[in-house]
């Protein structure tokens, strides 16, 4: 029955093959003869064209058999017949079964002539499919309580167990032939994300082995050089604390030495000496100054190299780690002037201000490279002079910084555009008597300069001449008010009292000089009584008191920052004196001989535990004071206040024993230079 039925079917496909042969013979002789009733003589044509004629009869005599191979043998010898040779149509007729040729031939001819023929575009289905099992995506979702986890949750929810299991597993993309792909859900399962069977953790690959030229390569890079200077200073600092950091200490038990008063020595050790033999030789120190941000960070500036090269930049300054353990540079900045001052930005801890000897302000970042990444023009809009002091003043919000040079011109810069100067102001004598006795204005040559805890209009400066000068930056008393003069050589230091304790002693302050001399002076002395008048035109003030224990040329004196008795002083013979005024007056408590170098500047720590000094070769040095330098109790303030109560009552008005020697000694100084 079943192959009776397939006769059938195969016949019935037969006829309708021979009838779109019939209909597609008719249409080919209708497109070769447009008018039937008037024929007109055949244009000679390609076998192409006259090819179904010719073969129409022996297709339809191979029709009428009954066996479908001679049915494919004739629709093949027509489709070649009727197709152009070296056609795409004919290749694939040879490639197409029968059943498909038929097609082809009607869409060859159908078509407009000249348009390539289209290929008929079949789907097939593939049995290889691959299944991905992936996770639903987690949606945050938090309340508006405190958002804390309560104890023993990490062990109960198991989506944080799969969330912390997720993170160290990796799909894989084969699917498993044992896995049941379509089985049922059990609602009894938890909500929260599951990890399949079909996922396992994978280690990670070895690192590759490197090549002695990669290994090279990498110690080159700029990255790995960087990182590997850091680490080693993180290192080298590590191992400088050891000695001094008990690591295992108990914090919950009580000091052994609990409840008995601490112990002071006058005893003075050096810490640590500061040089560096590519940057340090062959240059002094001319400035020193610690981090108000980072307490370890101590600033040195230099001069100009008595034996550079023409390569070497004249101005350098240096950052040291005094906990690094090979006491290196941590920064090198450097100009191509010496740098007379230099000190870290108060408000910014990563900028360092330097003063030149040409004049120009220079700022340096430690973000940043070597070079200044701002500087003042050298121009008379700024200084064209040397400049030997600066200071930033103002508050954190509003700040500026303010520079001095030796022809007496003041200017005031914002730290964030130093192209030009937002204030100046001409420090000069009042016309008056002058060593010629002419009447002339006389700019003040400034060395010093000193503003006062949190005050950021009055100052003092002093000069080469040996007079110290009050001034204001403001108001109807802008400039020059007051001068003290009681020295008899320039000017190297000023310094105000940092008074931080029960009695105000903010108007005291430290001068040093050439003349051999640190002299006591007090801003009130002019209020208390009528002063004389100078010959400049200004009130005249005279010194409190003057300690005259020095053999040579005093280069810097400073206050304790936190003890207000106590001050350090340098000479140049290598001698770093340690006063105390409720101790005594006549000598220093502590006198340490440093070296056979002048010494030029010192800087306190915060803590008032270290002094540091530095010379002319170049050196610096980091000398423990102990407890010297920090009160031990309130009562100090109370015994300075009474020792300057005698100081005032005991201070003449002329020239005291040993005067007119350091008058000598100071027309020498002046003299040299």
Not at 73 to 89: E, G, M, Q
Not at 192 to 197: A, E, K, L, Q, V
Not at 313 to 336: I, K, M, N, R
Not at 523 to 538: L, N
């Amino acid at each position: 029955m079943s192959a009776d039925a397939s006769k059938e079917a195969r016949k019935k496909q037969l006829e309708d093959k021979k009838r779109r042969l019939e209909e597609y013979k008719k249409k080919n002789q209708n497109s070769t003869n447009p008018s039937n009733d008037q024929p007109s003589s055949p244009t000679p044509a390609s076998p192409a064209r006259t090819a179904p004629s010719s073969t129409v009869p022996r297709a339809a005599a191979a029709v009428a058999g009954p066996s479908s191979a001679n049915l494919d043998i004739f629709i093949k010898n027509t489709l070649s017949s009727v197709l152009p040779d070296n056609t795409p149509a004919r290749s694939a007729a040879a490639e197409e079964p029968a059943d498909n040729i038929v097609d082809m031939m009607i869409q060859a001819t159908s078509g407009t002539q000249g348009k390539a023929p289209r290929r008929k575009v079949t789907l097939s289905l593939c049995s290889n499919v691959n299944e991905v099992d992936i996770p639903p995506r987690e949606t945050p979702m938090y309340s508006k309580g405190t958002q804390t986890i309560d104890e023993g949750t990490d062990e109960d929810d198991p989506s944080l167990h799969h969330a912390s299991q997720r993170k160290h597993v990796q799909h894989n993309t084969h699917p498993n032939p044992n896995t049941k792909k379509d089985a049922p859900s059990d609602s009894s399962e938890p909500s929260g994300p599951s990890i399949s069977d079909d996922v396992e953790e994978v280690p990670p690959p070895p690192p590759a082995e490197l090549t002695p030229d990669g290994r090279r390569r990498i110690m080159a890079s700029t990255d790995f050089v960087d990182f590997f200077s850091r680490s080693s200073r993180y290192v080298e600092r590590a191992l400088s604390l050891a000695e001094e950091v008990d690591f295992m200490a108990d914090y919950s038990k009580p000091l052994e030495d609990e409840g008995r008063a601490q112990s002071r020595t006058g005893d003075v050790r050096l810490a640590v000496s500061l040089f560096d033999e590519r940057w340090s030789k062959h240059r002094s120190v001319t400035d020193l100054g610690w981090s108000p941000k980072r307490p370890d960070l101590l600033l040195t500036a230099y001069s100009a190299s008595d034996a550079a090269s023409a390569h070497d930049p004249d101005g350098v300054v240096l950052v040291w780690s005094v906990t690094s353990l090979y006491h290196a540079p941590e920064f090198v900045f450097h100009c191509q002037s010496p740098v007379m001052t230099a000190s870290f930005s108060k408000f910014h801890s990563t900028l360092v201000v330097g003063g030149t000897y040409s004049g120009q302000i220079v700022v340096w970042d430690t973000r940043s490279k070597s070079t200044a990444v701002q500087r003042t023009p050298l121009s008379a809009v700024g200084h064209t002079h040397p400049i030997y002091t600066l200071s930033v003043v103002g508050t954190p919000n509003a700040h500026n910084l303010v520079s001095i040079s030796t022809d007496g011109k003041m200017c005031v810069w914002s730290m964030d555009n130093l192209s030009q100067p937002i204030e100046t102001l001409e420090l000069a004598n009042k016309p008056g008597k002058t060593a010629t006795n002419t009447n002339v204005t006389a700019p003040v040559a400034v060395t010093s300069l000193a503003f006062g805890e949190g005050d950021v209009n009055t100052f003092l400066v002093g000069s080469e001449e040996g007079a110290i000068y009050q001034a204001y930056r403001h108001g109807a008393k802008s400039g020059i008010a007051e001068r003290y003069e009681g020295h008899y050589g320039p000017i190297t230091a000023t310094d105000l009292h940092p008074s931080r304790g029960a009695i105000d002693f903010s108007h005291l302050f430290l001068s040093a000089s050439t003349d051999w001399t640190v002299k006591l002076w007090s801003t009130r002395s002019s209020a208390s009584a009528a002063p004389p008048m100078s010959p400049r035109g200004a009130s005249l003030s005279q010194a409190i008191y003057s300690f005259e224990d020095s053999t040579d040329y005093v280069y810097d004196a400073r206050w304790s920052p936190s003890h207000p008795a106590v001050f350090c002083a340098v000479d140049g013979a290598g001698y770093m004196d340690l006063w105390n005024l409720n101790e005594d007056l006549e000598a220093p408590i502590i006198k340490t001989k440093v070296g056979n170098k002048a010494l030029n500047r010192l800087a306190w720590t915060q803590d008032a535990k270290q002094v540091v000094v530095g010379d002319s070769g170049g050196s610096v040095h980091v000398y423990n004071v102990g407890e010297v330098g920090v009160a031990s109790s309130a009562d100090e303030w109370h015994r300075l206040d009474s020792v300057l109560t005698q100081l005032e009552h005991t201070k003449g008005a002329g020239l005291g024993q040993g005067d007119q020697d350091m008058q000598d000694r100071g027309g020498d100084a002046i003299a040299d230079l």
